[in-house]
């Protein structure tokens, strides 16, 4: 892809982010790598709330969070504590996600985490990092913990913090947010009922949870590997629909 195709990927998932209600005012960020050995980055424009982004305020940042090109927006470099670790630990993280939602933080503050309670948490099951919390993420000292607690998963808990998950590409990083985000959901909403709950056998967790990454060794009768490319699709008409200035 072009720098233009990423920047209109990115800020159509500002936008969906920002239409699924995980936002929070103007704060966390979603960083994007771009292409070529310069560590270059896309990321939010410090003040804008998520609905407002498009693909040419996006701000392009090296790997200390500052800008490489003149702006007209601030940029918030200690915003970027997180997301610049992540970046250099993990080659494949090309896009940093990160949300302080409620569904999510209340799930970050519970002893056990996220739970094998449905199915969309089976995505996560054994696939989820725990960060301890340790203030806000202003010291450059928390980074390596922090990439260590992530490790090779696709998402992070960060205790008492919100949700974190990275991706390839800003589809996926966003795809596992969503059910991430849904899972945390649906875990409170069950605890909330106040009966006991139900968990499958170890087992069926991570049968489920490589049928879901399309491991095809136990992928069953039918494969359906197209799910994660249509869902995405999907959400960029959506976003396109709600924000038809998304690529200005």
Known sequence: MTEWDLRCELAAVYRLVDHFRMTDLIFTHISLRLPGPEHHFLINPYGLLFGEITASSLVKIDLEGKPVEPVEHPVNPAGFVIHSAV??????????????????????????GLLPLNQMSMEFYGRVGYHAYEGVALSLAEQERLVADLGPHPALILRNHGLLTVGETAGQAFLRMYYL????????????????????????????????????????????????????????????????????
């Open 181 to 248: 985000e849904r899972a945390c959901e649906i875990q409170i909403e069950a605890q909330s009922a106040g009966v006991p709950l139900v968990t499958p056998p170890p087992e069926i967790c991570e049968l489920a949870a490589r049928q879901l990454a399309g491991d095809p060794d136990v992928a069953g009768d039918f494969v359906d590997d197209q799910a994660n490319a249509l869902a995405w699709g999907a959400m960029r008409r959506l976003a396109d629909r709600i924000a038809p200035d998304l690529a200005t």
């Open 87 to 112: 970046h250099k630990a993990r080659p494949d993280a090309h896009c940093v996600l990160h949300t302080h939602t409620k569904a999510g933080c209340a799930v970050a503050a519970q002893r056990d």
